[in-house]
T-cell receptor, first 115, second 116 residues
Framework: AQSVAQPEDQVNVAEGNPLTVKCTYS??????LFWYVQYPNRGLQFLLK??????LVKGSYGFEAEFNKSQTSFHLKKPSALVSDSALYFC?????????????FGSGTQLTVLP | DTGVSQNPRHKITKRGQNVTFRCDPI?????LYWYRQTLGQGPEFLTY????????KSRLLSDRFSAERPKGSFSTLEIQRTEQGDSAMYLC??????????????FGPGTRLTVL
């Protein structure tokens, strides 16, 4: 079975500082990894994905994530946080092989960027 | 707006009533997914369609839940004899399959169900 852990329910960071939102995963095969963001009363918006290739993935709004196979991690990062980045962030995983098509999501991390 | 749309956005019902939600995916997307999200949790997979075929169902999907995608376009999710535990946000997502690549899912705004 595949699973995702987001160890921090809440992350606070000052505007202009770098931010990191942590994600670790557990799968029996090679993973597809995703980050989504959810603003209040809105659906999830896709940020970025890792399928294969370069371990550093760049996505929307200046976000990036680094895939680390040995640590089974896929942390989300941004060099300089904005107040508008404040939202709920979800990491998700799917195995590459097999028939399962669904994503397994973490429980989410609430990011608050303080002005 | 060419994104995923869901109707209604909010539904309040009494325990024991039946409810039906609709999802209209992005027009060229052949895969459609239903998820359920409760407060403080990430979305949980319910079921998935490729075109009109329902290919996977989660064990979360009890006999009271049924989903259809009759013409491979829009989909409906029906909950019969609703229970208070069914109160949640129901999310629909769609994606485009293309060979062995895996494309991201695009989510709709969700339908918030409250069962009194």
């Amino acid at each position: 079975a595949q699973s995702v852990a987001q160890p921090e329910d809440q992350v606070n960071v000052a505007e202009g500082n770098p931010l990191t939102v942590k994600c670790t995963y557990s799968v029996s095969g090679n993973p597809y990894l995703f980050w989504y963001v959810q603003y209040p009363n809105r659906g999830l918006q896709f940020l970025l994905k890792y399928i294969t290739g370069d371990n550093l993935v760049k996505g929307s709004y200046g976000f990036e994530a680094e895939f680390n196979k040995s640590q089974t991690s896929f942390h989300l990062k941004k060099p300089s946080a904005l107040v508008s980045d404040s939202a709920l962030y979800f990491c998700a995983v799917r195995v590459i092989s097999g028939s399962a098509r669904q994503l397994t999501f973490g429980s989410g991390t609430q990011l608050t960027v303080l002005p | 707006d060419t994104g995923v749309s869901q109707n209604p956005r909010h539904k309040i019902t009494k325990r024991g009533q039946n409810v039906t939600f609709r999802c209209d995916p992005i027009s060229e997307h052949n895969r459609l997914y239903w998820y359920r999200q409760t407060l403080g949790q990430g979305p949980e997979f319910l079921t998935y369609f490729q075109n009109e075929a329902q290919l996977e169902k989660s064990r979360l999907l009890s006999d009271r839940f049924s989903a259809e995608r009759p013409k491979g376009s829009f989909s409906t999710l029906e909950i019969q004899r609703t229970e208070q535990g069914d109160s949640a946000m129901y999310l629909c997502a769609s994606s485009l399959s293309s060979g062995y690549s895996y494309n991201e899912q695009f989510f709709g705004p969700g339908t918030r169900l409250t069962v009194l």
